[in-house]
């Protein structure tokens, strides 16, 4: 449900935000409760072939970062950084690049700050990938940390 409060259709984004309004007194203790299944979730819908599909996931990450920050960005970054040494393909490793580079932008500037290290460390080795996309979206995260720095 929490997925689909970021629907790109209307209809869907609200009625799954009252859905998960009714349904959820806590967001924070359920989503610290269900992250790695959600972003797993949520990497399978970034990496599909719908680019509907795809904005959701983005969006649903977006969510995640500009609401929750610092209480769930850390373990959402561990899994990322985990699918990413695990990729198989190049969609995968583009997908992991594209969301990362997506949470650089919807971070705060405090949470930008704190997640620093963590993105250039993880973003560092794709600079030199073989692949345009790879690079470009490694360069773009280098260039929102040093804007909003």
Same mark, same amino acid.
């Given at each position: 449900?929490?997925?689909?409060?970021?629907?790109?259709?209307?209809?869907?984004?609200?009625?799954?935000? +009252?859905?998960?309004?009714?349904?959820?007194?806590?967001?924070?203790?359920? =989503?610290? +409760?269900?992250?790695?299944?959600?972003?797993?979730?949520?990497?399978?819908?970034?990496?599909?072939?719908?680019?509907? =599909?795809?904005?959701?996931?983005?969006?649903?990450m977006r969510g995640l970062v500009e609401k929750f920050g610092e209480k769930l960005v850390n373990e959402a970054l561990d899994i990322f950084e985990n699918l990413l040494d695990s990729a198989t393909d190049l969609s995968q490793t583009v997908g992991v690049c594209r969301v990362l580079c997506n949470m650089a932008q919807a971070a705060s500037h405090r949470l930008l700050i704190q997640i620093s290290p963590r993105l250039l460390g993880i973003m560092d080795n794709n600079l030199a990938s073989d692949s345009a996309e790879i690079r470009d979206y490694s360069t773009e995260v280098f260039v929102i940390l040093f804007r909003r720095q």
């Open positions: 449900m929490f997925i689909l409060k970021y629907d790109t259709v209307e209809r869907v984004h609200t009625q799954a935000s +009252q859905i998960w309004k009714n349904i959820v007194d806590n967001q924070l203790f359920i =989503l610290k +409760q269900v992250i790695k299944t959600l972003i797993t979730q949520v990497f399978k819908i970034i990496i599909s072939q719908d680019f509907e =599909l795809q904005e959701m996931g983005l969006g649903c």
